[in-house]
């Protein structure tokens, strides 16, 4: 059931549109999120910063949204949001707390599950363990239309674990070379390993000084598009850019979400377009079983060699 409010108002802002039940993603309607990675083949890129704002943004539009930090090494989702949570990941997977209770609410409408610095990689608890958190995950998650996972960067099992239960996967990349090889790196292993079919594409922080930021993006994404056309026979959807905007630093040295005080900047404005792509981009995917029987099918698969190298 939507809420009226979504956060808490703050002073001189406008309460987010309600959205009509015929609005809603298909998979909403009949209880299910529609449930969504952030990912990168290296770090450094942006993904974080994507995943809150992203968050913010789709919440904006009146969407109950859960953001999910699976960032276990090098968590600071609830740093971008500027608050101190009481519960987070690591009491969960250590101490044995319920997933519920480590759900925080943020100003922004979004609520958050917090991961912790330092704490074990998922790979090393059993796997009775990962399988309680994701059933635990699927019940809580009922409750939203999106569940958004921030996931670690590169291509670890922590990685391919988050990615694997998406139905659907953002890849966040820049320009260079190197963040467009390790890309395809992740992209190559989730296709083949995993038979993930549901990709997009984000190039994010482009700078251009000589021609327009548009085609610098462009040009980087057809680049990987087409590998992975011609070598692994899957399509990636282009979702668009994210322009290098000094307004993001500023509002991360600052531990509040670009959208809160930097609405219009440039690379705000696209973040909000981004979030109409994703959200007029849905698709009915086919259901799979369920986020905890999927994932059982993911840890039956745990051991199976990783394919690093591009061809």
């Not at 959205?19 to 974080?48: C, F, H, N």
């Not at 390790?182 to 990709?199: N, S």
């Not at 009915?284 to 051991?303: A, C, T, Y």
């Amino acid at each position: 059931m939507k809420r009226d409010k979504i956060g808490a108002k703050r002073k001189g802002e406008e309460k987010p549109a309600r959205v009509s039940a015929s609005m809603k993603p298909l998979s909403s309607l009949r209880g299910i999120p529609r449930v969504m990675s952030i990912t990168s083949g290296k770090g450094g890129v942006g993904k974080t910063n994507t995943a809150v704002n992203l968050s913010i943004a789709l919440a904006n539009q009146g969407y109950r949204v859960l953001l999910m930090d699976c960032d276990l090494g090098l968590a600071n989702v609830d740093v971008m949001f500027g608050i101190e949570p009481r519960t987070t990941l690591e009491q969960v997977v250590v101490g044995g707390i319920p997933l519920a209770e480590a759900i925080s609410e943020t100003p922004h409408g979004v609520s958050i599950i917090p991961a912790a610095s330092g704490i074990e990689s998922l790979a090393l608890l059993s796997t009775h363990q990962r399988l309680r958190m994701c059933a635990e995950l699927e019940s809580v998650a009922r409750g939203y239309d999106y569940l958004l996972i921030d996931t670690q960067a590169g291509i670890g099992p922590d990685v391919m674990y988050f990615n694997a239960v998406s139905s659907e996967v953002l890849v966040v990349v820049t320009p260079e070379p190197t963040s467009i090889a390790d890309a395809y790196a992740l992209i190559k292993i989730l296709v083949c390993h995993y038979g993930e079919t549901k990709l997009s594409l984000l190039v994010n922080n482009v700078s251009a000084f000589d021609e327009e930021p548009e085609r610098v993006a462009y040009r980087a994404a057809s680049r990987l598009i087409h590998s992975c056309e011609r070598f692994l026979r899957t399509s990636v959807s282009y979702c668009g850019y994210i322009p290098h905007d000094p307004a993001v630093s500023e509002a991360i040295s600052r531990h509040r979400p670009l959208l809160e005080i930097f609405p219009s900047s440039k690379a705000g404005l696209a973040l909000r377009k981004l979030a109409k792509y994703v959200d007029e981009a849905y698709e009915e995917p086919q259901v799979r079983g369920g986020l905890q029987l999927f994932f059982q099918d993911i840890l039956s698969r745990q051991d199976s060699p990783f394919k690093q190298s591009a061809p």
